[in-house]
T-cell receptor, first 114, second 114 residues
Framework: EAGVTQSPTHLIKTRGQQATLRCSPI?????VYWYQQALGLGLQFLLW???????NRGNFPPRFSGRQFPNYSSELNVNALELEDSALYLC?????????????FGQGTRLTVV | DQQVKQNSPSLSVQEGRISILNCDYT??????FLWYKKYPAEGPTFLIS?????DKNEDGRFTVFLNKSAKHLSLHIVPSQPGDSAVYFC?????????????FGTGTQLKVEL
């Protein structure tokens, strides 16, 4: 069974540009979560999508947005990139409706803003 | 506001001995706790979890202990192996938060030496 897959693995952008990160969840999982891990920090919750809708978002500005497609894959968009957006972005997926189950993570996208 | 805290950024243990990683939380609404292991350039891998109705959960070499009154949990690894060297994240979730949104600690780097 394929795990959570993210693309691209690495992404280099210039300040002010937009970045798009993609995530495919484990088959059967309908919830997708996005986390940011900046250097020296823990994983910070960004967004939660379920059944195509945004269910919850963390303490991030509106230039962080995304969507979930009918096949449950997801995109994270970061507009007007700033240097401090450089981080590892992790996507996780889990089943919906069963609270307190494990979320499984992808390998992440390393975003570098120069 | 760090709701999940791992106060030891690093821990060094000899092979064969016990590794004890600690985690404290402040939010009394948390009812499910997880430990993830992370190697460089990879996403976190789920290790073990515990519900707030239990005080211990064991899986092979890994045991998690929960002390609700102290809002403290710990991960015991025995015996420790060199392959256990990684960053360990403690995470917590709350039913009221919906889904499986996880709040992570900042991680503890475990080094198991020969």
């Amino acid at each position: 069974e394929a795990g959570v897959t993210q693309s691209p693995t690495h992404l280099i952008k210039t300040r002010g540009q937009q970045a798009t990160l993609r995530c495919s969840p484990i088959s059967g999982h309908t919830s997708v979560y996005w986390y940011q891990q900046a250097l020296g920090l823990g994983l910070q919750f960004l967004l939660w999508y379920d059944e195509g809708e945004e269910r919850n978002r963390g303490n991030f500005p509106p230039r962080f947005s995304g969507r979930q497609f009918p096949n449950y894959s997801s995109e994270l968009n970061v507009n007007a990139l700033e240097l401090e957006d450089s981080a590892l972005y992790l996507c996780a997926s889990s089943f919906t409706g069963t609270v307190n189950t494990e979320a499984f993570f992808g390998q992440g996208t390393r975003l570098t803003v120069v | 506001d760090q709701q999940v805290k791992q106060n030891s950024p690093s821990l060094s243990v000899q092979e064969g001995r016990i590794s004890i990683l600690n985690c404290d939380y402040t939010n009394s609404m948390f009812d499910y706790f997880l430990w993830y292991k992370k190697y460089p350039a990879e996403g976190p891998t789920f290790l073990i979890s515990i519900s707030s109705i239990k005080d211990k959960n064991e899986d092979g070499r890994f045991t998690v202990f929960l002390n609700k009154s102290a809002k403290h949990l710990s991960l015991h690894i025995v015996p420790s192996q060199p392959g256990d060297s990684a960053v360990y994240f403690c995470a917590a979730s709350a039913i009221t938060g919906g889904g499986n949104k996880l709040t992570f600690g900042t991680g503890t780097q475990l080094k198991v030496e020969l």
